[in-house]
Structure formats: C-alpha cells, structure tokens
C-alpha cells in the first residue's frame, strides 16, 4: 500500500488495516513453520507494510497534540 493512501486514511481505518497485517503475518508465518510457504519475501513484505501503517498512525498522533 502506498504512503500517500495511508496518509488519506483515518485513524480507525489504520487501526483495522494494523490488525489485518497482523493476522495476515500470523498465518504467513503459520504456514511456513508446517507445510512450507509459496512465495516466503510476501512475510518481509507485509512486515514492512505494518510499520509503514505504524509509522503513519504515531504521525498522527503527534500532529494531535
């Protein structure tokens, strides 16, 4: 996902995407350690993609206060 989507996102919207990135990492992660993984780069991708989404939401966060 591109910064500039994330940057037009709400903070909620953030917080859904963080939790699907995560759950997404759990079963990449899952599946590698029992029947092996397709395509294994898609982990270091969705691992960057979460700090991208965390990044985004301390932005935030701080321009708040």
Known sequence: ???KKLNE??????EKELSELKSE????RF???TN?????MRI???RREIARV???LRQK???NN
Do not use: I
């Not at 990492?25 to 990449?28: E, I, V």
């Open 36 to 40: 092996g993984l397709d395509n294994p």
């Open 9 to 14: 996102m709400s903070s909620p919207e953030l």
């Open 61 to 63: 966060e701080l321009n």
């Open 44 to 46: 270091r991708e969705v």
């Open 25 to 28: 990492l759990f079963k990449l």
């Open 31 to 33: 599946s590698l350690a």
């Open 1 to 3: 996902m591109k910064n």
């Open 54 to 56: 965390k990044t985004v």
